[in-house]
Nanobody, 123 residues
Framework: QVQLVESGGGLVQPGGSLRLSCATS????????VGWWRQVPGKDSEDVAC????????AYTDPVKGRFTISRDNAKSTAFLHMDSLKPEDTALYHC????????????????WGQGSQVTVSS
């Protein structure tokens, strides 16, 4: 059974930074693309960022371009989402997932995903 566990969320003031981590167990994430998506209650989920299996291609949704950076450490089977210049509208439950390929910021062929890490941006 593959498990993905997100961590690193919390409460941060506007303009602050956080780094989310996504660790896998049960199977390495090496062969797979990794995506981050976020969910706000009552709203549609939003694909935030996606990174290819080798980490050589990344893509972001427009609202986070220039502020968020997706990366991965295949040796540790862990992916990251570094978030700078956070805004209140970034408040959401952030999930990571592994799948077959990225199409822009959207991960296609999702295989497994985690329970999420809450990010709250508020003064």
């Amino acid at each position: 059974q593959v498990q993905l566990v997100e961590s690193g969320g919390g409460l941060v003031q506007p303009g602050g930074s956080l780094r989310l981590s996504c660790a896998t167990s049960g199977e390495s994430m090496v062969p797979y693309a990794v995506g981050w998506w976020r969910q706000v209650p009552g709203k549609d989920s939003e694909d935030v960022a996606c990174i290819s299996d080798l980490g050589d291609r990344t893509a972001y949704t427009d609202p986070v371009k220039g502020r968020f950076t997706i990366s991965r450490d295949n040796a540790k089977s862990t992916a990251f989402l570094h978030m700078d210049s956070l805004k209140p509208e970034d408040t959401a439950l952030y999930h990571c997932a592994i799948g077959y390929q990225c199409r822009g910021a959207e991960l296609h062929g999702v295989l497994f995903w985690g329970q999420g890490s809450q990010v709250t941006v508020s003064s």
